[in-house]
């Protein structure tokens, strides 16, 4: 990484290395160094040093073995019997003779890594979807405990969907059992996390993974993880301000609805939902808020709908063929007609019984605006309506 020209934003040099190396081990890098070129850089990590600038590069470089430089690395053998043990050795050797021996990549690499060299680079080719392992350091088992490596590659999902400016739905976490273990143990399982929204929020899946394996239960000990990004999206980027604000810390409403889910269960944590349906108990349905089904599929028809409806229509009392609730009701306005649930199956593959109703809006004295039906019997002999009892479905706050 060029950094020099980033050190004023970051608060300094200082600041820049602690927040770079922090990140880094966070991703698994092993080892991070600094030095005035990345070829000498990536010299020192292999060397197991880290700071390039605490003398001259030229000193700091020529103490170091030969395989921290891949083109010196292929001829350390031959080179060892000529007596080179450093890149400070091949250095005082004529550049001729070590060219004509070991073609020009040798010396190239060191005219890189000693800055007397223009540094050229290509580009990272990303992979098409992401799968990452890690090894544990020990043999963990309590699910609890895989949440220090899944973040790790929670991590590492995260840069992945940054380089590649997409977000992700749903991810897999799956975990190998150690091979010693009880016969009826399965060779690995696997932990599927969903998101309602497409994000690459990295706390949010550490939220979301912590939930889960809290209520998971191993098999045997774990010695191997894997993560493995599923649903892979484009993700459309917000403008920051340029203003110093504060940095919003709290969850958003879906990151919280899916962080309760997780914890409480997905049947416990319900959206209502509108579904494409004329009848009032139809209407409306109770799914859970993750669940991909529970977004709107309809819109309500364009008929008056009670504040409150009853979970059982009400039958009325008549009295001269008026209904009557709290004394007689009053038409306001009717019918309104729903006929329909010939498309509408039950669990046994039956359909469900007709509907065939004739809803008015009524008025009582004492309990207000009311939600009454008629249902539409049939024909008498001489043409006329059957009498059909009235109900009360409903109450207009």
């Excluded at 970051?10 to 820049?16: D, H, R, S, T, V």
């Excluded at 993750?290 to 028809?301: K, Y």
Aim: proline share 6%; glycine share 8%; with cysteine.
């Amino acid at each position: 990484m060029e950094v020099r020209a980033s050190q004023r934003l970051f608060g300094g040099e200082q600041a820049l290395r602690s927040h770079v190396h922090g990140q880094a081990l966070e991703l698994g890098c092993t080892a991070v160094a600094w030095a005035p070129t990345c070829t000498a850089a990536l010299a020192l990590a292999r060397a197991g040093q880290d700071d390039g600038f605490a003398q001259p590069l030229q000193a700091v470089l020529d103490a170091l073995p030969l395989h921290v430089l891949t083109d010196m690395a292929a001829h350390e053998p031959t080179l060892a019997r000529l007596g080179c043990r450093t890149l400070g050795d091949v250095r005082r050797l004529p550049r001729g003779g070590v060219s004509r021996r070991f073609g020009p990549a040798p010396l190239q690499a060191l005219d890189r890594a000693y800055g007397l060299k223009p540094e050229a680079f290509e580009w990272l080719a990303l992979p098409e979807v992401f799968e990452a392992r890690l090894e544990l350091p020990g043999k963990v088992e309590h699910a609890a405990g895989l949440v220090f490596g899944g973040q790790r590659l929670l991590a590492q999902m995260a840069g992945w969907l940054a380089a590649r400016h997409a977000g992700v739905r749903s991810f897999t976490l799956t975990w190998r059992y150690e091979f010693h273990r009880a016969k009826d143990s399965p060779d690995e399982e696997r932990l599927e996390i969903r998101t309602a929204e497409l994000t690459r929020a990295t706390d949010h899946f550490a939220r979301l993974l912590t939930e889960q394996l809290n209520q998971t239960t191993l098999a045997a000990a774990v010695e191997e993880i894997r993560l493995r990004a599923d649903e892979v999206a484009p993700l459309e980027e917000t403008s920051a301000s340029l203003l110093q604000e504060k940095a919003r810390q709290a969850e958003s409403l879906m990151q919280l609805v899916e962080r309760l889910s997780a914890r409480l269960g997905p049947e416990r944590v319900l959206r209502p939902v509108l579904r494409a349906d004329h009848r009032p108990e139809s209407l409306q349905a109770w799914l859970p808020a993750t669940d991909a089904a529970s977004r709107p599929r309809g819109c309500a028809p364009d008929i008056p709908h009670p504040t409150w409806l009853l979970k059982a229509p009400l039958r009325l009392a008549v009295r001269g063929e008026r209904p009557v609730y709290q004394g007689p009701l009053q038409v306001v306005s009717g019918p309104h007609r729903v006929d329909g649930a010939w498309w509408d199956r039950a669990a046994n593959g039956e359909r469900s019984a007709m509907v065939r109703r004739d809803y008015y809006v009524m008025l009582s004295d004492h309990a207000g605006l009311l939600w009454v039906y008629r249902e539409r019997g049939e024909r008498e002999d001489d043409g006329r309506s059957a009498a059909s009892p009235w109900f009360l479905h409903g109450i207009f706050g």
